[in-house]
């Protein structure tokens, strides 16, 4: 009394659906969304920039740099003194070479803080880098 199970594997078969060129195409899509994500930067604190008619788009900014109106002075979400500014600039810099710095100064923070920011970011990257961040920019 052999039986044959071979239309019976059969109608199994035709039941069952492979998941696995699913699940390929699925981590392919993740791993090209992961490749092609830009991650932005921000400085970590809200800073009303002043206006400018002649404000132009930087691209690549590898340093963000915020100067609040209480002078306070932040890079990635952290807040520095101004005598470290230079130092994180450099090690932020050496991440990204091609990128340049980008300054947002609050309207009501002070021209000598600003200065001594930008010095030192000068020192460090060259000048046509550096940029400051306007409201229309």
């Excluded at 009394?1 to 492979?18: L, P």
């Excluded at 604190?45 to 340093?63: D, I, L």
């Excluded at 609050?106 to 990257?125: C, G, N, P, Y």
Aim: aromatic letters at 6%.
């Amino acid at each position: 009394m052999a039986r044959s199970f071979s239309s019976q594997d059969e109608a199994e078969d035709e039941g069952n659906v492979d998941l696995t060129p699913m699940l390929d195409v699925v981590f392919i899509r993740l791993i090209f969304f992961i490749v092609t994500a830009t991650f932005v930067k921000e400085t970590g604190v809200e800073v009303n920039r002043p206006q400018a008619n002649t404000a132009e788009q930087k691209n690549n900014p590898s340093v963000l740099i915020a100067i609040r109106d209480d002078n306070s002075i932040w890079i990635d979400q952290r807040r520095i003194d101004i005598r470290s500014v230079r130092a994180n600039i450099e090690r932020l810099h050496a991440e990204n070479p091609e990128g340049g710095v980008v300054i947002q100064a609050d309207e009501l923070a002070s021209v000598k803080t600003f200065t001594e920011v930008l010095d030192q970011a000068r020192e460090v990257v060259p000048p046509e880098k550096v940029s400051l961040a306007t409201e229309n920019s």
